[in-house]
């Protein structure tokens, strides 16, 4: 009788326990799950994505990210077309997106020589302003959009692009009209319109010595004038051989001597050829197979390359997570990267971290099973 009622109470124990484990054994691993000890697995996601039309790409934005950056809605052009007008239609449905889902909202981006509005630098006749009226109108611009957003984007790209390769500063229309000032003065009217928020100084090529000299030199100047800056945002914009690894952990460590934050913003991995920019791409026929060489899919060689590649840089990043607080894919799934139109319009990349079927790719799915330790098979 007593052992019959040990047994019973040893059913219910071992019955209870497999109950309560039930749910973990169904809940598969997602990017945040695995990651977010680390830092913030975030990705830019399109206007499809932001109404709700690209369902597929939603649901894997949901699941895998806990942040979100717009990939061009919040760009001057779009959000500021006219002087006395601003355009926040499809930036609102954006942040409320994110609100929705809880995740860290990046506005992207402020201050920036491209898909700039043409309005913003010159006058009726096309001549440059004077800084005073340049200084009023990035007042105004700042103050609308971070003031709109206040508490909810919780952190911005300031300014984007200013520096290049060689570590002089871009020769933009902000740069003739104010000179160097204008990178602290948009981090100033940023932290005036949202205290709160966070704000980075964002760039392509950023493993590059001369860049990494002058960023490193322009955050340690703010930091003197006592300007808040709270990352430096390497864009990540890779190629198959391009950059060196070690160049771009070098310069992952000289960003984070400053004191700052890093953050890798625009995540991606072009797996055709670099392109020379001044060759003639129309050519001939053969050249332009030669620039878009698959077409049709990604051999297994290109993609186990690209696989290790990858996972090599993720490897990288969980190195220095103790630096590192937010890694964004540049998309979603192969289908929307912007690398598909550039700098060759009409190719065909495979450059994000799920392909146009919306699968993971083999060291997504690797992280996914065993996130700190991913293989290097190559
Ligand atoms: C790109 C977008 O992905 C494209 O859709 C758009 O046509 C051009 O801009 N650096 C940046 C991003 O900071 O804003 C750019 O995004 C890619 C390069």
């Given at each position: 009788?007593?052992?019959?009622?040990?047994?019973?109470i040893i059913?219910?124990c071992?019955?209870?326990?497999?109950?309560?484990?039930?749910?973990?054994?169904?809940?598969?691993p997602?990017?945040?799950?695995?990651?977010?000890?680390?830092?913030?697995?975030?990705?830019?996601?399109n206007?499809a994505?932001?109404t709700?039309?690209?369902?597929?790409?939603v649901?894997?934005?949901?699941?895998?990210?806990n942040?979100?950056?717009?990939?061009?809605?919040m760009?001057c052009?779009?959000?500021h077309?006219?002087?006395n007008r601003?355009?926040?239609?499809?930036a609102?449905?954006?942040?409320?997106?994110?609100?929705?889902?809880?995740?860290?909202?990046?506005?992207?981006?402020?201050?920036?020589?491209s898909?700039?509005?043409?309005?913003?630098?010159?006058?009726?006749n096309?001549?440059?302003?004077?800084?005073?009226?340049?200084?009023t109108?990035?007042k105004?611009h700042i103050?609308?959009?971070v003031g709109?957003?206040?508490?909810?984007?919780?952190?911005?790209?300031?300014?984007?692009?200013?520096?290049?390769?060689?570590?002089?500063?871009?020769?933009?229309r902000?740069?003739?009209?104010?000179?160097?000032?204008?990178?602290p003065l948009?981090?100033q009217?940023?932290?005036?319109a949202?205290?709160?928020?966070?704000?980075?100084?964002?760039?392509?090529?950023?493993?590059?010595t001369?860049?990494?000299?002058?960023?490193v030199?322009?955050?340690?100047e703010?930091?003197?004038?006592?300007?808040r800056?709270?990352?430096?945002?390497?864009?990540?914009?890779?190629?198959?051989?391009?950059?060196?690894?070690?160049?771009?952990?070098q310069s992952?460590?000289?960003?984070?001597?400053?004191?700052?934050?890093?953050?890798i913003t625009?995540?991606?991995?072009s797996a055709?050829?670099?392109?020379?920019?001044?060759a003639?791409?129309?050519?001939t026929?053969a050249?332009?197979?030669?620039?878009?060489?698959?077409p049709?899919?990604?051999?297994?060689?290109?993609?186990?390359?690209w696989?290790s590649?990858?996972?090599?840089?993720?490897?990288?990043?969980i190195?220095?997570?103790?630096?590192i607080?937010r890694?964004?894919a540049?998309?979603?799934?192969d289908?929307?990267?912007?690398?598909?139109?550039?700098?060759?319009?009409?190719?065909?990349?495979?450059a994000?971290?799920?392909?146009?079927?919306?699968?993971?790719?083999?060291?997504?799915k690797?992280?996914?099973?065993?996130?700190?330790?991913?293989?290097?098979d190559?």
């Amino acid at each position: 009788m007593k052992n019959k009622r040990i047994l019973v109470i040893i059913f219910v124990c071992a019955a209870l326990c497999v109950y309560a484990a039930k749910p973990l054994l169904l809940e598969e691993p997602t990017l945040k799950s695995v990651l977010s000890s680390k830092f913030l697995i975030g990705v830019a996601l399109n206007s499809a994505q932001i109404t709700g039309c690209d369902t597929n790409a939603v649901k894997i934005i949901k699941r895998h990210f806990n942040s979100v950056v717009a990939e061009n809605c919040m760009k001057c052009q779009a959000i500021h077309p006219e002087e006395n007008r601003y355009d926040f239609r499809l930036a609102d449905k954006f942040v409320k997106f994110g609100e929705d889902n809880n995740m860290f909202i990046i506005g992207h981006c402020l201050i920036w020589h491209s898909q700039l509005a043409l309005w913003f630098c010159v006058d009726k006749n096309g001549e440059n302003v004077s800084p005073e009226i340049l200084k009023t109108r990035m007042k105004n611009h700042i103050y609308t959009i971070v003031g709109r957003y206040k508490g909810r984007v919780k952190g911005w790209d300031v300014v984007n692009e200013a520096i290049m390769e060689d570590g002089s500063y871009r020769r933009s229309r902000f740069y003739e009209i104010l000179g160097e000032d204008f990178i602290p003065l948009a981090f100033q009217y940023a932290h005036e319109a949202d205290p709160d928020a966070e704000l980075y100084y964002n760039d392509y090529n950023m493993h590059a010595t001369g860049k990494r000299n002058a960023v490193v030199k322009l955050v340690n100047e703010m930091k003197t004038k006592g300007l808040r800056i709270d990352a430096v945002g390497m864009q990540g914009h890779l190629g198959m051989d391009y950059p060196i690894l070690k160049d771009f952990e070098q310069s992952i460590l000289a960003y984070a001597s400053t004191g700052v934050n890093v953050m890798i913003t625009e995540w991606d991995m072009s797996a055709l050829p670099a392109v020379n920019h001044t060759a003639n791409i129309s050519d001939t026929l053969a050249y332009k197979k030669v620039l878009n060489p698959y077409p049709d899919f990604l051999p297994d060689s290109v993609s186990k390359r690209w696989n290790s590649k990858m996972a090599d840089y993720m490897n990288l990043f969980i190195k220095y997570s103790n630096v590192i607080s937010r890694i964004t894919a540049w998309g979603v799934s192969d289908g929307d990267s912007w690398k598909n139109g550039f700098p060759v319009r009409g190719r065909k990349d495979y450059a994000l971290l799920f392909n146009r079927k919306y699968q993971p790719k083999e060291f997504v799915k690797k992280l996914l099973k065993e996130p700190l330790k991913l293989d290097r098979d190559k």
